[in-house]
């Protein structure tokens, strides 16, 4: 079955970095885009970033030039690297495929952006 293992989330000061990395498996990797989401504190889950099978990427206004998407085929990993944190970049962080037509999340990962 599709399984997504999300990592790397912590805490971090505003202006730092953090690499987020998504282990997907039960399914063909390299035929699937893959996404980030996110999803603060009361607040719904939304679209951060995307990456096609091609290796085009997408990325929401709120974080362009401060977060990149990436994926290693071979590995079947997907990979956000983070720079230039903020408070508001705080949540639940989640990787999102969807083969078949049918939407799969990780369990996510917890990125705090605090002083």
């Known amino acids: 079955q599709v399984q997504l293992v999300e990592s790397g989330g912590g805490l971090v000061q505003p202006g730092g970095s953090l690499r987020l990395s998504c282990v997907a498996s039960?399914?063909?990797?390299?035929?699937?885009?893959l996404r980030w989401y996110r999803q603060a504190a009361g607040k719904e889950r939304e679209w951060v970033a995307g990456?096609?099978?091609?290796?085009?990427?997408f990325y929401a206004d709120s974080v362009k030039d401060r977060f990149t998407i990436s994926r290693d085929n071979g590995k079947n990993m997907g990979f956000l690297q983070m720079k230039s944190l903020k408070p508001e970049d705080t949540a639940v962080y989640y990787c999102?495929?969807?083969?078949?037509?049918?939407?799969?999340w990780g369990q996510g990962t917890q990125v705090t952006v605090s002083s």
């Open positions: 999102n495929v969807s083969p078949g037509g049918r939407d799969y």
């Open positions: 039960g399914f063909t990797f390299d035929k699937f885009s």
């Open positions: 990456i096609g099978i091609s290796g085009n990427t």
